[in-house]
């Protein structure tokens, strides 16, 4: 009964080739979202769906495409994998309602490695 | 645009001892605070919000945060460290997305 749950947890992959990392969440929430996290700890927002619609597009390039079938799935899809890709992906999810606080219940990551 | 300052990107303490990680935030509106923490290898964990009401926020595994206006601060404390408090911590302010602080390193010792 995992809430947010992401696959593959690890990915180890040559330079020049094109991934992709799964996330699905059971919360019934509306809107979900793709972090990515460097060799620092430091979080940083990639994207956010909310009814399958694309509402937040940080800087990323654009090598990286996120797919939202459906409210309760979202992939991340990267091109031309490049060795500064390296990092931890952690997909979240939450409420986004007026009365809410919007608080986001994350994956458990999926650390990609670029060789 | 909102913003979050953790000072110290490391604290040690002694089990047993007082816990204290600092947040000072930046917004134009009243925010909602977080405090989530992320232990090895995983992912991270809601420990307490703040949105409106009382400025005494208690979240889970004894920690508790206040929220004061006046010096634009949110810190989390925990009177009385465990071994299994060692993680990292990130205070979080939202504004139309989540704003993540660089995150604080608690190391607790025997």
């Known amino acids: 009964d995992t809430a947010v749950s992401q696959t593959p947890k690890y990915l180890v992959t040559q330079m020049g080739n094109d991934k992709s990392i799964k996330c699905e969440q059971n919360l019934g929430h509306d809107t979900m979202y793709w972090y990515k996290q460097d060799s620092k700890k430091f979080l940083k927002i990639m994207f956010s769906y909310n009814n399958k619609e694309l509402i937040i597009n940080e800087t990323v390039p654009n090598r990286f495409s996120p797919k939202s079938p459906d409210k309760a799935h979202l992939n991340l899809h990267i091109n031309s994998l490049e060795l500064g890709d390296s990092a931890v992906y952690f997909c979240?999810?939450?409420?986004?309602?007026?009365?809410?606080?919007?608080?986001?219940?994350f994956g458990p990551g999926t650390r990609l490695t670029v060789l | 645009a909102q913003s979050v300052t953790q000072l110290g990107s490391h604290v040690s303490v002694s089990e047993g001892a007082l816990v204290l990680l600092r947040c000072n935030y930046s917004?134009?509106?009243?925010?909602?605070l977080f405090w989530y923490v992320q232990y090895p290898n995983q992912g991270l964990q809601l420990l307490l919000k703040y949105t409106t009401g009382a400025t005494l926020v208690k979240g889970i595994n004894g920690f508790e945060a206040e929220f004061k206006k006046s010096e634009t601060s949110f810190h989390l404390t925990k009177p009385s460290a465990h071994m299994s408090d060692a993680a990292e911590y990130f205070c979080a302010v939202k504004d139309d997305k989540l704003i993540f602080g660089t995150g604080t390193r608690l190391q607790v010792f025997p």
């Open positions: 917004s134009s509106v009243p925010p909602y």
């Open positions: 979240a999810s939450s409420f986004t309602g007026t009365s809410g606080s919007g608080e986001q219940f």
